[in-house]
């Protein structure tokens, strides 16, 4: 925000974002009895991919980047899965998950590329 830092620029930072606030906007429709677990794990996890890409990108070393990849990578893999259990328990449905499925699997794919490269 108040730093003009590189990573910014790129467009899984974008997508990351994207992905917090459509996380925030899902998350906003389960039961007030979720406020402090499925709810916030989500919410957790999404900030955690953004913020572990920034991070990340701020390292010098090639294999404390991929680090801060790897853990972001977790963290929209645990996305996946809470969102599913969502899904199951009745709080959400697939039509409503479109633009995080989207979100969800650039991320994943972009890391990927990161990772390996």
């Known amino acids: 925000m108040f730093l003009k830092l590189s990573h910014t620029h790129l467009d899984i930072f974008s997508v990351s974002r994207q992905?917090?606030?459509?996380?925030?906007g899902i998350t906003n429709s389960f039961p007030p009895e979720e406020k402090y677990s499925l709810t916030q794990q989500i919410r957790r996890a999404a900030v955690s991919v953004h913020l572990n890409i920034?991070?990340?990108?701020?390292?010098?070393?090639?294999t404390e980047r991929k680090r801060f990849f790897e853990m972001s990578r977790g963290s929209l893999i645990e996305i996946d899965t809470a969102l599913d259990i969502a899904t199951e328990l009745g709080y959400t449905h697939q039509e409503n998950l479109t633009q995080e499925k989207?979100?969800?699997?650039?991320?994943f794919q972009m890391l990927s590329k990161m990772i390996t490269s």
């Open 54 to 62: 920034a991070e990340g990108c701020s390292r010098k070393s090639a």
């Open 19 to 24: 992905l917090v606030l459509c996380s925030y």
């Open 102 to 107: 989207k979100n969800l699997i650039q991320c």
